[in-house]
């Protein structure tokens, strides 16, 4: 049986500076090269942990969202998702509003991924 090996990416596999050292890629993708498995999970979307992992052979599905999305990471297609309920969404929203905080969104629409916010 093979183990899979996930990591966090800020704070743990991503340096400060939004790098992942030299030395870490080095050994994820010496790991994935000798038939290894290799994933991670993060709060970033797959744009942003797109910038941070170049040249990181994770081949792998991740998961982005903090767990919303299980995305194929070579196809980026969405492998699974969990989305609120309309009832689970009014609720955060009127939470929110009570306390006159006003969220940044993200979705995908059309296959793109945006974010919203009012200023």
Do not use: W
């Not at 030299?22 to 038939?35: I, K, Q």
């Not at 070579?74 to 309920?85: E, G, V």
């Amino acid at each position: 049986m093979k183990t899979l090996y996930l990591s966090d990416l800020d704070g743990t596999l991503i340096r400060s500076n939004e790098m992942i050292s030299d030395y870490s890629a080095n050994t994820v993708n010496r790991l994935v090269s000798t038939g290894g498995c290799f994933s991670y999970a993060t709060a970033r979307s797959i744009v942003t942990a797109e910038k941070v992992t170049a040249g990181l052979n994770a081949e792998f599905p991740v998961i982005c969202h903090n767990g919303v999305f299980i995305i194929d990471n070579i196809t980026k297609a969405i492998l699974h998702a969990n989305y609120f309920t309309q009832d689970v969404v009014n609720d955060i929203h009127q939470t929110l509003a009570s306390y006159d905080i006003l969220p940044i969104t993200y979705a995908y629409i059309d296959g793109r991924e945006r974010f919203s916010f009012i200023e």
